[in-house]
Nanobody, 114 residues
Framework: QVQLREHGGGFVQAGGSLRLGCAAS????????MGWYRQVPGKQRELVAT???????TYVDSVKGRFTISRDNAKNTVFLQMSSLKPEDTAVYYC????????WGQGTQVTVLS
């Protein structure tokens, strides 16, 4: 019922920037909670950032000061602006929505070259 599709991944040099976007389709109401997770092979999926419709945001410590999450409630779209990227940020990034359960996008690859 809720479909999420990420875009904006790619290859960047360390220190560079990248912006990810995710559009949700299906719900006709504002999604209460949206965010981003990331996962590398052999590791558990890690919460990167969340942003509630009311405006409250959270970040994992490793990205604080470098990543910024934002959203357009009217369009149920969420963004992740990533700056000062590090090789450790390399992962598949997944869009997440919490609304009557958990929903996930298909993921977009972000590769930071050292």
């Amino acid at each position: 019922q809720v479909q999420l599709r990420e875009h904006g991944g790619g290859f960047v040099q360390a220190g560079g920037s990248l912006r990810l976007g995710c559009a949700a389709s299906g719900p006709i109401f504002v999604i209460p909670m949206m965010g981003w997770y990331r996962q590398v092979p052999g590791k558990q999926r890690e919460l990167v950032a969340t942003l509630a419709a009311a405006g409250t945001s959270t970040y994992v410590d490793s990205v604080k000061g470098r990543f910024t999450i934002s959203r357009d409630n009217a369009k149920n779209t969420v963004f992740l602006q990533m700056s000062s990227l590090k090789p450790e940020d390399t992962a598949v990034y997944y869009c997440y929505a919490q609304v009557d359960g958990s929903w996930w996008g298909q993921g977009t690859q972000v590769t930071v070259l050292s």
